[in-house]
């Protein structure tokens, strides 16, 4: 009865994880077999170098860079704004903070991460761009600085969380060595606990990193729909995920050139993060091998 148990329990895990393997690979091939229906209309090379993006005009131009920039725009802003927040709670709750204070923050703070993310986006077009504004003359009403800034608050709990859980593992032989040869609790956390963590802290930033990409609501109702390529975040920007559902929600003829645009920008997307993600790895490995 028990050999019976364990080979059915042994079968479910193996079909879960078949079952995750071929909803993969059935995405990736959606993606790829109609990114190369686009491509055999599409120069490539106008796809990667072309500055305009307008495939829903009459004067039709397929140059991912708009959206490219976008995208990479935001996902700049947000991480500057929630890896210095994130990690400095992660220092403080694993180094500084009482038992009971870190048992009830910590739960608070990865509240933020179960709040609807078009929540954030009307919190970013409704309250964050209005300050903004007083800050910023001439800022836009839809601008990537207030999209990505909110995208930073969301993505907070991804670094804080997984940093602190990093943080707490590091043995406390590692602290006590630090204490013993003199150093301030300052000098051990920033020193000894963080090098000692640091494959943790990278795979934080690593998810935080991927989340902000992969954001859509927020962009696509705080930052605008217009692609353009450019560097200035006060201006409205077209993030790669706001086109694909803008183009979803509309109505664009299944099958046309100008719907099977959402599916190369949509592989664009996954090559890039894939790209991001092997590096990371590579970055990952060679921090656990330094302090192994």
């Known amino acids: ?3 019976i148990k364990e080979l059915v329990i042994e079968r479910s895990l193996l079909l879960s994880a078949l079952i995750t393997i071929a ?4 995405i990736v091939l959606v993606l790829t077999i109609e990114a190369f229906h686009f491509f055999s209309e599409v120069s490539i090379i106008d796809f990667l ?6 495939p829903l005009f009459v004067d039709k131009h ?3 860079l708009p959206l490219l920039s976008g995208t990479l725009l935001t996902s700049f802003i947000a991480i500057s704004v929630a890896l210095p927040i994130g990690l400095s709670i992660s220092i403080y709750l694993s180094e500084y903070a009482p038992k009971g204070f870190r048992k009830t923050v910590k739960p608070l ?3 933020l991460a179960a709040v609807p993310t078009v929540v954030y986006g009307f919190f970013a077009l409704i309250v964050v761009t209005p300050i903004l504004q007083q800050i910023i003359p001439g800022l836009s009403g839809f601008n990537s600085l207030s999209a990505g800034f909110v ?5 907070i709990p991804y670094i804080s969380s997984i940093s602190e859980d990093a943080l707490h593992a590091v043995p406390n032989a590692l602290r006590e060595a630090s204490f013993g040869m003199g150093a301030t609790k300052l000098q051990t956390a920033f020193k000894v606990v963080v090098p000692a963590a640091s494959s943790g802290i990278i795979v934080s930033i690593i998810l935080a990193i991927s989340r902000a990409i992969g ?4 962009v696509a109702v705080a930052a605008g729909q217009q692609p353009r390529l450019t560097l200035d975040p006060t201006v409205p920007v077209e993030t790669i995920t706001a086109y694909i559902v803008q183009v979803s929600l509309g109505d664009v003829e299944h099958g046309s050139v100008e719907y099977r645009t959402i599916f190369a920008a949509g592989i664009t997307l996954f090559v890039f993060t894939f790209l991001l993600n092997t590096l990371s790895y590579r970055i990952r490995k060679k921090y656990q091998e330094r302090y192994e």
Do not use: A
Request: aromatic residues 8%; negative net charge.
């Open 23 to 26: 909803i993969t690979v059935g």
């Open 1 to 3: 009865m028990r050999k």
């Open 215 to 218: 954001e859509t609501m927020i």
């Open 62 to 64: 397929y140059g991912i």
């Open 151 to 155: 995208m930073g608050i969301m993505i």
């Open 49 to 54: 170098t072309d500055p305009q993006w307008t």
């Open 109 to 111: 703070l990865e509240l």
